[in-house]
């Protein structure tokens, strides 16, 4: 029945986890223990983090933690958590173990793919632009890399602006960035 995915799935399993190609730079590697979800604000690079241990705040432009609440904290059954810090005052919706979503698509065509071949293991793929992760079923390019696979994923995405993007499991948060360069 899905005969024509197979050159795919043979392409998925044979690739090796690798860092992002240019202009993406990895930031920062932080961990973050019992980690349940993940927000940018809409103007910023600045992630807001739901842990059970509390909420912070991460500039995604320099991988740096700039605020720390270690008060427990739930987000509402909305998908929305109030921010900290730089994020005070503002309700920053949600992506993690009770669903939501990041957006997956920059303006100029880059996108992230999760694509789960070997349950329960996720991978997520970075596509880049003018390419498609079915392209080599249709004849069209298929430029992408594996850039993580985990059984524990809790939310990917990129930021409202594209100059960022994450990949956040149950146990840490990895931000890549590309600010330094032009898309």
């Not at 392409?11 to 980690?35: D, H, T, Y």
């Not at 991460?58 to 008060?71: F, M, P, S």
């Not at 080599?136 to 992408?144: E, I, S, V």
Request: hydrophobic share 35%; aromatic share 8%.
């Amino acid at each position: 029945m899905y005969e024509h995915l197979e050159p795919l799935k043979r392409k998925l399993l044979s690739l090796k986890i690798e860092k992002p190609p240019p202009p993406w730079q990895l930031k920062s590697v932080i961990a973050v223990g019992g980690l349940t979800s993940v927000g940018f604000d809409r103007d910023t690079e600045n992630l807001l983090i739901v842990s059970h241990q509390g909420r912070g705040v991460v500039d995604c432009a320099t991988g740096e933690k700039t605020a720390r609440d270690c008060q427990d904290y739930y987000e509402n059954q909305y998908l929305e958590a109030e921010g900290i810090g730089c994020l005070s005052g503002k309700m920053i919706s949600m992506a993690g173990l009770l669903g939501g979503g990041l957006p997956v698509s920059t303006d100029e065509g880059w996108s992230l793919e999760s694509v789960t071949v070997n349950f329960p293991e996720e991978m997520i793929l970075l596509v880049e632009p003018g390419s498609d992760l079915y392209g080599l079923t249709c004849n069209q390019p298929d430029n992408f890399t594996k850039i993580e696979q985990q059984a524990t994923i809790r939310a990917y995405g990129f930021s409202y602006t594209g100059q960022s993007f994450i990949i956040a499991t149950s146990s840490d948060l990895t931000i890549y960035n590309r600010s330094n360069s032009l898309p």
